[in-house]
């Protein structure tokens, strides 16, 4: 087969795992339903702020309205930047919210589930 972009991916570029995209996906524990996902380019940084920041928020747009209120949100050890930081900081300091969050913990070993 042949045509524009066969075997070929849009945005895909050199990285530290040889060549492709660097996602940012997040998901709702409770059910495992994926919230939001952003496909960067490969060369994009792991701890890029604007993108976490950008992939949070469509996440808790996606969640129904009554769950917005009282939130968890762990960032793997990739997430953790200043910006990220100080922007969780704001989203838990607004009246009426609760925001409790874990940047860097290793969620891969299985930590954070165990965790519960």
């Known amino acids: 087969m042949t045509g524009a972009g066969y075997g070929r991916r849009e945005g ?4 530290f795992k040889g060549f492709g995209h660097h996602p940012l996906l997040a998901y709702w524990d409770n059910t495992r339903e994926a919230l939001a996902g952003m496909l960067r380019k490969g060369s994009a940084g792991s701890n890029t702020a604007r993108d976490h920041i950008e992939a949070l928020e469509a996440a808790i747009a996606a969640l129904p309205a009554r769950y917005r209120r009282r939130l ?10 200043h910006g990220l930081i100080s922007y969780l900081h704001k989203l838990a300091d607004r009246p009426g ?4 969050y874990c940047v860097g913990w290793d969620l891969v070993s299985g930590n954070a589930r165990s965790a519960k």
Request: proline letters at 6%; glycine letters at 12%; a negative charge.
């Open 12 to 15: 895909a570029e050199p990285n």
């Open 97 to 100: 919210h609760r925001l409790v």
């Open 72 to 81: 968890v949100v762990a960032v793997d050890g990739a997430g953790a930047s």
